[in-house]
């Protein structure tokens, strides 16, 4: 009984994954005069093999889901950490990502600015991320490469070109590039943690320089020379329309949809940032950021703000996976026009937000929003700021100018050295 079922079974799975190849054969089968009931015969033996093998390819040919897995400290999150992960998923089908413990980046690098909660928001709130490790070790030891393949099916590990080294000045990825799992991505040039403890550390000293000009004599604000004086410490990046493209989603709000619209600097982009866009995008179908300019950054929040540009803010606001679209170089104000061009729905507002307290009679930028009933206030989920975050930095500036002094000569030697490499 059991056999005349298995090798009749071939019809009814026919009939189910190919119903209408299935059904012309049939009917062929019926103008030729042949009995259907004689294909589950002997008399036509090669028909239900033929059937069988193509089925079982149908069933058992679905290619592999290659898992591709890639760690990093991730502090200070910015777009090169993004871009690196985004190389990093077009490698594969599943990106699995490894935050590195505090207490391996204090042993390996120096204090973290942010702590592992903050990290981990940061690194699962990106678009290309499909699961994330936390407290990865810093270098991948025989033991927890073992427990990447055999317990979390990772096919290949990924690194950019840039050397990552351990105290000892062996390779990080040694052995797995020896079992040859190891694959390569290009490092995002302009922008690393470093460079940024580097632009607040100058920005501390501009400020500080600032007050003792201020005592000496009443000088006019100039937003821009004040962007300007970071000098040495201003961003390297060479922003292009496919990094832009490579970022964003590509699509637009349908029909139908509800906009949402949020805006802000959105400066050293961090957790709280993250939590706020997705409350926002929880409102509704389409979430649309407004990202400021830098004279307006300057203007209504602190003269030595922005830390990061405008398109670097852009970039790290685009790859948040609760985020569709942004307008790069928002106005302070959100007009009648903009709402009507977007087709915005809600207009909403963090209660944690950063404003000169020093500023008098500003306008309220959400005032026609509000008079037409769609403005909202969202309660924030995090107190973190950007000024907070900096403040860190501030407050033990000595240990973050000596972790830099260290890096800086791995960072001078790599572009020293430095090879074209292929990939974006």
């Known amino acids: 009984m059991t056999m005349e079922y298995e090798s009749n079974s071939w019809i009814w799975d026919g009939l189910y994954y190919y119903p209408h190849f299935f059904g012309g054969l049939m009917l062929t089968a019926a103008l030729l005069g042949v009995s259907t009931s004689y294909f589950g015969g002997i008399g036509v033996f090669s028909l239900p093999h033929l059937w069988s093998d193509c089925f079982h390819k149908k069933k058992c040919g679905k290619k592999k ?201 959105f400066d050293l982009f961090h957790a709280g940032h993250v939590e706020i866009l997705k409350k926002a995008r929880q409102l509704g179908d389409f979430l649309l950021v407004g990202i400021y300019t830098d004279q307006i950054v300057s203007e209504h929040r602190w003269n030595y703000h922005p830390i990061m540009h405008l398109h ?42 950063e404003t000169n307290t020093a500023l008098t009679g500003q306008s309220d930028p959400y005032e026609v929003a509000k008079s037409m009933g769609i403005f909202q206030l969202l309660e924030s989920p995090k107190s973190i700021t950007t000024t907070s975050v900096a403040q860190r930095i501030i407050a033990n500036h000595e240990a973050y100018m000596k972790r830099n002094a260290k890096k800086a000569v791995s960072e001078k030697k790599y572009y020293e050295q430095k090879m074209f490499v292929s990939g974006d």
């Open 65 to 265: 889901r290659v898992r591709v897995y890639m760690d990093g400290c991730f502090d200070l999150m910015h777009y090169g950490h993004a871009n690196a992960l985004r190389q990093a998923k077009a490698l594969g089908d599943e990106l699995v990502v490894g935050v590195v413990s505090d207490e391996e980046i204090i042993a390996n690098k120096g204090p973290p600015v942010l702590s592992m909660e903050e990290r981990l928001a940061l690194v699962s709130g990106l678009k290309w991320v499909d699961e994330v490790i936390a407290n990865a070790p810093y270098a991948i030891t025989e033991q927890f490469m073992n427990r990447l393949f055999n317990d979390h099916k990772i096919d290949y590990i990924i690194h950019g070109d840039d050397p990552c080294l351990l105290p000892d000045g062996t390779d990080a990825y040694t052995l797995a590039k020896k079992v040859g799992r190891y694959k390569q991505i290009k490092r995002t040039e302009g922008v690393s943690s470093t460079d940024i403890v580097g632009r607040i550390l100058s920005s501390m000293e501009d400020t500080t320089k600032a007050c003792e000009d201020h005592n000496n004599a009443s000088l006019p604000r100039d937003p821009l020379r004040a962007i300007q004086s970071k000098g040495a410490h201003l961003s390297q990046f060479l922003p292009t329309s496919r990094r832009i493209v490579q970022f964003s989603n590509c699509k637009g709000p349908g029909p139908n949809a509800r906009v949402v619209y949020i805006d802000g600097a």
């Open 312 to 353: 670097e803010r852009s970039l790290s606001v685009l790859a948040c996976r609760y985020v569709d679209e942004v307008i790069i170089g928002a106005p302070w104000e959100v007009t009648k026009d903009m709402i009507t061009t977007f087709n915005i729905s809600l207009v909403v507002h963090g209660t944690v937000s």
